[in-house]
């Protein structure tokens, strides 16, 4: 067998209600003085209230920045780090859904440690030590609770990632009560966005490709193929919803030690350049690139096609059973009304070379892929997207 390391959250709560016990959950593991990093529509919605509420009543200084922005700009993550320093802050909570948790992991590194962020882009290149960090995610999709990578955009365009172990939070909180008043079209994308981190870490050619991660994978695609259409179509379901977003987590563990690939190299484009949200932005490329990616990974996508979808059970050969899979994640997302060309997000024919070569860019994502993805493969698999 192949060495690897496997790392992940050392604490997770999973408890309907547990946004409400924060405190006692948490204990004093954040000290006195916490910055909550969250975003504007949650606050509107009165979602962080309850724990919010919680926090001061056990005495806990809160300072609240709640202005990430969906795909944070390294401007926002800068003046979360500056709120966190001016109000001498013993530790982050990080409450909403990837972007907040993302700006919430880089200003734990930030405050603490003094480093310049331009020194920590990249795998392993953080130095810390941060601060304490607890997460709590809002939405069912990214598994950033239990991934030791954040993403921001750093100029209009173009995105960066620092990926280090460092960044993974002490204690990760899961309450599927937050979830419940999800927009089915965002319960739609962060799905699919979940399934796409469980089939591309049970596919990744990363030489940390492990078991514990394919395992984890197979349980998420069976929990998230299971329920996505509930949790889209009857939001109130508690159940699904619960199912929705453990098998989140369970992706999100996964990917975190066998990491993405292509699907996620060639959604980033779509959403630095024209703002499309990232479940969406994988759900739109994501038939296209294992189409392409077929002829090097039939097998691994016809061994998890029945983990997602059931009734493939009945295909005769490994061959029927990958396209029969690909064609059921291409249907699932029409089924849950989620865009399915790019042009139907304000892409146009022109853009597609620009996208392509800016996929080119996320080497780090692209060196995972089961088949190596050229720039003109990039452009074709655009092309049959758009």
């Known amino acids: 067998m192949n060495p690897f390391v496997f790392n992940t959250t050392p604490s997770i709560v999973f408890e309907n209600g547990a946004s409400r016990r924060l405190p006692e959950i948490l204990g004093r593991r954040l000290g006195s003085a916490i910055l909550f990093v969250t975003d504007p529509g949650l606050r509107r919605l009165g979602l ?36 966190g320093r001016s109000a001498a802050v013993g530790g982050v909570i990080g409450f909403g859904g990837g972007s907040s948790i993302d700006v919430a992991k880089l200003a734990a590194l930030l405050i603490r440690s003094g480093e310049d962020i331009d020194a920590a882009w990249g795998v392993g290149n953080a130095k810390g030590p941060r601060l304490p960090l607890a997460l709590v995610p809002t939405t069912a999709g990214t598994g950033s ?29 899961l309450d599927p009560e937050l979830t419940l008043g999800l927009p089915p079209a965002i319960t739609a994308a962060t799905g699919v966005d979940a399934m ?32 996505i259409e509930t949790a889209v179509f009857d939001g109130g379901d508690l159940a699904a919803r619960s199912a929705m977003l453990l098998g989140s987590l369970l992706a999100g563990q996964a990917f975190a030690n066998s990491p993405v690939a292509a699907v ?6 779509l959403g630095g350049t024209f703002h499309v949200p990232h479940g969406l932005s994988n759900a739109l490329v994501l038939p296209h690139v294992l189409r392409f990616n077929a ?91 758009w």
């Not at 401007?75 to 500056?82: M, N, P, Q, Y």
């Not at 609770?145 to 909180?173: M, N, Q, W």
């Not at 029409?334 to 790019?342: A, D, P, S």
């Not at 304000?346 to 190596?372: F, I, S, W, Y």
């Open 48 to 83: 962080c209230d309850p724990a919010l509420a919680a926090l001061a009543q056990a005495g806990m200084t809160v300072t609240v920045f709640d202005s990430v922005e969906a795909d944070p700009s390294l401007a926002t993550l800068l003046k979360a780090v500056e709120a």
């Open 145 to 173: 609770e239990a991934t030791p990578v954040a993403i921001i955009t750093v100029a209009e365009e173009e995105k960066r990632g620092v990926s280090s172990p460092l960044i993974l939070p002490d204690i990760a909180v």
């Open 196 to 227: 796409v981190h469980a089939i591309e870490a049970y596919a990744s050619r990363n030489a940390n490709n492990n078991p514990l991660s394919r395992m984890l994978a197979r349980q998420a695609l069976q929990l998230l193929g299971a329920n």
């Open 264 to 269: 996620h190299a060639l959604a980033y484009p």
């Open 295 to 385: 002829p090097d990974a039939a097998h691994l996508y016809a061994e998890i096609a029945t983990d997602a979808f059931p009734a493939l059970a009945g295909e005769p050969s490994v061959q029927s059973r990958c396209a029969g899979f690909i064609e059921a994640l291409a249907d699932l997302s029409k089924r849950v009304g989620l865009q399915t060309r790019l042009r139907d997000v304000g892409v146009g024919e022109a853009h597609l070379a620009k996208l392509a070569a800016d996929a080119m860019k996320q080497t780090r994502l692209l060196v995972n892929n089961p088949r190596p993805v050229s720039e003109a493969d990039a452009l074709a698999i655009y092309r049959a997207a």
